[in-house]
């Protein structure tokens, strides 16, 4: 079945084409790099792996509550619709908020292994060339998984969310190189990377938590790669082209703060726009998850060399200043270790299970 077919709401147009600009750049020093990029390169190859096999599929996902979801989190709750809301109408409500939320990581995805691909053919250095190969593949894996998530288990897709296009749509259409690093590996993957870290730590349904875990793992490498490079460019800019690129930040933080309403899911649920957005915002569940949103952006923002007052004081604005003082890479070290945990866990378990079935056969053996 076609994914137009599990779609809420046709797309405006079947594809999107965003005018590609900037010049496509060669390096002729194939033996020089620098150690630490390198290093992430040798270290991206080896964490390759197959979605098909790794995740269990076969797990069963009710449709009607695919991440578990608690009532108080969907900003219909407490209003005065909530209480006219059958049992079967709350499991579509869940259902809808699941689809729209994993639709967006879906086209995020997408935009990522889109931008990781114009970053191999735009960044001036080879060693930042090899990387992005690898993460280009890591993201196609990554629409791959939360594809066939919406598509078997959840039943349903989202179109793109307007702020998130227009956000992609800015990254694509800059010239400089930099910018799809900054767009993307800074704010539209730091903000997917605070969003699955939620959902795989609340969770408590095996197969989204497995998806998010490991798709984790490798956010957490691509994340790294660009505090790299960017800080070693950045300190190379003048204050003028910082200023510019703290401008960007500013309206993308905006754009990806305003992004998180799911107004369009009230919407399918025949209530106005403006009611829409009226309970969205008064939901203190979700102001502290946009606020929570910014843990992994707002450090990286700071660690990159971008902390000019404009900055700051939109960021006080959006109330996430303090999050600037998060250790990102002790936040990425955990991504890490809870992914591999999770390997562990489970095979050891599928291990102790092949053992007690072996052991079942032969003790059948033995009596007949």
């Known amino acids: 079945m ?65 991440l578990g979801t608690p009532d108080e989190s969907l900003s219909l709750y407490g209003t005065r619709h909530w209480a006219k809301l059958t049992e079967r109408d709350k499991g579509e409500l869940r259902q809808h908020f699941a689809s729209w939320q994993f639709s967006q990581f879906l086209h995020g995805e997408q935009g990522a292994m889109i931008c990781a691909a114009r970053i191999v053919e735009s960044v001036p250095d080879l060693d930042a060339k090899f990387y992005s190969a690898t993460q280009t593949m890591d993201e196609a894996r990554h629409a791959e998984i939360f594809g066939r998530f919406l598509h078997d288990k959840v039943g349903m897709a989202y179109p793109i969310n307007d702020n998130l296009q227009s956000l992609l749509g800015d990254t694509l259409r800059d010239s400089r190189w930099d910018m799809p690093y900054l767009g993307m590996q800074v704010l539209i993957e730091g903000l997917a990377l605070a969003a699955f870290g939620m959902i795989r730590d609340t969770t408590d349904k095996p197969l989204p938590q497995q998806i998010l875990a490991y798709v984790m793992q490798d956010e957490a490498r691509h994340v790294a790669f660009g505090r790299m490079a960017l800080r070693d460019y950045y300190k190379q800019l003048t204050d003028a082209e910082l200023r510019e690129r703290e401008e960007f930040v500013i309206e993308g933080c905006y754009l990806m703060r305003d992004r998180l309403r799911g107004v369009e899911v009230l ?78 866990e489970r095979f050891a378990a599928e291990e102790a299970a092949r053992v007690e079935e072996v052991g079942e056969a032969i003790a059948q053996g033995a009596e007949s």
Not at 16 to 22: K, L, R
């Open 267 to 344: 919407e399918n649920f025949g209530i106005p726009k403006a009611e829409a957005e009226e309970y969205s915002e008064q939901s203190e569940f979700l102001a502290l998850f946009r606020q929570l949103l910014f843990s992994r952006i707002v450090p990286c923002v700071r660690d990159i060399g971008l902390w000019g007052k404009r900055l700051q004081e939109a960021y006080v604005d959006m109330g996430v200043f303090e999050m600037g003082n998060q250790n990102l890479d002790q936040l990425m070290a955990q991504d890490e270790e809870i992914a591999e945990k999770l390997d562990a």
């Open 2 to 66: 076609s994914t137009y077919d599990r779609y809420i709401q046709a797309p405006a147009e079947p594809q999107w084409q965003v005018p590609a600009t900037g010049a496509a750049r060669f390096s002729w020093e194939y033996d020089d790099g620098r150690d630490r990029l390198l290093a992430l390169y040798q270290k991206g190859k080896d964490k390759q792996w197959d979605g098909a096999k790794r995740i269990d599929w076969d797990i069963e996902v009710d449709p009607y509550d695919p």
